[in-house]
């Protein structure tokens, strides 16, 4: 069982930055990978990032491509996304998951989630 805590969000305005952090309960979260999505008013939740149990490998969703930054620090059991240049249509609730397997584009590839952490950009 792994517990995820997500904080960081917040007001901010267009062209701002804001740092998520995920924070992971257990002994495991090292043997996990980790992604970040969010969800819109009325809108599905998508893929924003995520990224290998080592950092190995990451991925990012087309439009955040060059302004967010997916990290991880194990032995903190904590993964972050650093979000700069924000945009009003970035405004959504994110979510961090944590995936077993290591698949980690689609919702169905994760096991955990945690309770989100809202994000408002003003223009």
């Known amino acids: 069982q792994v517990q995820l805590v997500e904080s960081g969000g917040g007001l901010v305005q267009a062209g701002e930055s804001l740092r998520l952090s995920c924070a992971a309960s257990g002994r495991t979260f090292s043997s996990y990978a980790m992604g970040w999505f969010r969800q819109a008013p009325g809108k599905e939740r998508e893929f924003v990032s995520a990224i290998s149990w080592n950092g190995g490998r990451i991925y990012y969703a087309d439009a955040v491509k060059g302004r967010f930054t997916i990290s991880r620090d194990n032995a903190k059991n904590t993964v972050y996304l650093q979000m700069n240049s924000l945009k009003p249509e970035n405004t959504a609730v994110y979510f961090c998951?944590?995936?077993?397997?290591?698949?980690?584009?689609?919702?169905?590839?994760?096991?955990?989630w945690g309770q989100g952490t809202q994000v408002t950009v003003s223009s």
């Open positions: 998951a944590a995936s077993r397997s290591g698949r980690t584009i689609t919702r169905a590839d994760y096991d955990y």
